[in-house]
């Protein structure tokens, strides 16, 4: 990035490989040269805003997350808003920015060039001279151009490229085995019943969807079911082998779906898993606290995708309808992440073996086999299927009636993994350079904001004066012109006004008291 000066750059490096601190580490060396005096991070939700702001404060690049505005408080160096937040706020934001400033786009596949984000995008950061665009998946499923990416013949072009199997050979990612399941499946269509395996290429695109559902119904012992209980005894011999704390990921088609899983996680268990959908207001703590602790199983339905980093997890099972090689990469890539200290161990993912989804994970399989194996010995041979983008629409209900499936061969035989190699040494980033602070900026600045909101209310109840007034009285002491716009320095002094004031007040009914 060293000789790059204006435009866009696309940094295209496999999921879990590591794309966020070299973009801080460049952002920085750009601040500190005077290069740039912003740096904004766009990113497609509001949790990813706030892990970048985490990750950025240990290097002392202060963001302010889930911003509405692109300017800043005074003392930090940008903000980390979100794709949709930009889209809105585009012909506002174009005059909030100008050429020193660095755009830092995560998951830039989201940027369809015609469509709403991407066009967003693009107005509201037209006046900046940089772009870097980061994607473990520099590709649409809709097929449409990704805004400032370079192509040709129809390719992305990255200017630096960084794939699963250069991951897997540094060490920096785990291998993931793919166990498929396959057998009888069976289901009544209108006035028909259908029996089918995935082996039988023949069917309809829409009994091929019914067949999927099928695999993936909760309400056939012999299935799904079966699946997740044999997910749950590789769990735990991983657990046995030593990473005692390794979990498990279930990805699930919708809410509905979630819910059914974890009851028949529930009995197989004992314990009750975690469940995240984007509609529940604490998804992203239960993420964190999964992340943080040693439950088992964590069940989803598209919050554990892109950019969610919980390197314990080491099993996973496949039951979502979406089936596109970009949903594929994402899931996979919650699997691949290292733990300082730990073996290069593999992790495993148990899945139907519906023809996209053995395509996808055979193409993977394909950039490790001359990483994992001998070079004379040729990886297994799949057919490959007619492409598709994901399940069909269902145009009327049909009722899954039987199925009995079994583990498959397994790509990389799905056996024990091989003798560990090599040990993962903590990555150099990981720890905070010589002079980075602890705490991120934001965290300290919304706890400071708290502190004097709370010592407000206190003193407020002592005083015949509004929050409002005390407020206005703060801000005009302090030199703030608001407590959104008030800097850490000024919060502290806030602080400090208002404790003064109360020890006052305590001084004195403390004297009338004597």
Request: with cysteine; charged share 25%; net charge neutral.
């Amino acid at each position: 990035m060293a000789a790059w000066e204006e435009g866009s750059f696309l940094l295209s490096a496999a999921p879990g490989a590591g794309k966020t601190i070299p973009s801080l580490v460049f952002a920085r060396r750009l601040l500190d040269a005077g290069t740039i005096t912003r740096v904004h991070v766009v990113c497609p939700t509001a949790p990813l805003t706030r892990q970048w702001a985490e990750a950025a404060g240990r290097l002392d690049v202060q963001l302010a997350p889930d911003a509405e505005e692109l300017v800043p408080p005074r003392d930090f160096h940008g903000v980390a808003v979100t794709y949709a937040r930009a889209a809105l706020s585009a012909r506002r934001w174009s005059s909030q920015c100008g050429e020193r400033t660095l755009i830092i786009a995560d998951e830039a596949h989201h940027l369809g060039e015609e469509l709403a984000w991407g066009e967003g995008f693009a107005r509201a950061f037209a006046a900046t001279q940089r772009w870097l665009l980061l994607s473990g998946t520099p590709f649409r499923s809709d097929g449409s151009a990704i805004a400032g990416v370079r192509y040709d013949d129809g390719m992305a072009v990255p200017d630096v490229s960084y794939s699963y199997a250069d991951a897997v050979r540094d060490g920096i990612c785990r291998p993931v085995v793919f166990v498929p399941y396959d057998g009888t499946l069976s289901w009544q269509s209108g006035d028909d019943v259908v029996e089918s395996s995935f082996a039988d290429a023949a069917l309809s695109g829409r009994e091929a969807s019914r067949r999927y559902r099928t695999a993936i119904s909760t309400e056939l012992g012999d299935g799904l079911p079966r699946i997740l209980r044999a997910a749950d005894e590789r769990l735990g011999a991983v657990r046995s082998s030593g990473h005692r704390d390794a979990g498990g990921l279930v990805v699930t088609a919708d809410g509905g779906h979630a819910r059914r899983v974890a009851s028949v996680l529930k009995e197989i268990t004992g314990r009750s898993p975690t469940v995240v959908v984007h509609t529940d207001a604490q998804a992203a703590a239960k993420l964190r606290a999964f992340g943080m602790g040693r439950e088992r199983w964590i069940v989803a339905v598209n919050m554990v995708s892109e950019g969610v980093d919980i390197p314990r997890l080491r099993v996973g099972v496949y039951a979502t309808a979406a089936k596109t090689p970009l949903v594929f990469r994402q899931i996979v890539g919650r699997f691949v992440r290292t733990l300082a200290g730990r073996p290069l161990e593999h992790s495993f993912l148990f899945l139907p073996a519906d023809g996209l989804l053995r395509m996808h994970a055979a193409e993977v399989e394909q950039e490790l086999c001359h990483v994992l194996r001998a070079p004379a010995e040729e990886p297994p041979e799949f057919d490959a299927p007619e492409r598709g983008r994901s399940e069909p629409t269902e145009p009327e209900p049909f009722v899954p009636l039987n199925a009995d499936v079994a583990p498959q061969l397994a790509l990389f035989g799905g056996g024990p993994p091989p003798p560990v190699v090599r040990v993962v040494a903590p990555p150099a980033a990981a720890a905070p350079p010589p002079g980075a602070v602890e705490e991120p900026a934001f965290q300290r600045r919304r706890r400071l904001r708290d502190k004097r909101q709370g010592l407000v209310v206190t003193l407020a109840g002592f005083e015949n004066r509004s929050h409002r007034e005390i407020n206005t009285w703060l801000n005009r002491e302090v030199g703030a012109a608001g407590v959104r716009e008030a800097t850490i320095e000024q919060l502290e002094r806030s602080i400090e006004l208002l404790q003064a004031k109360l020890d006052a007040i305590g001084r004195r009914r403390a004297k009338r008291a004597s």
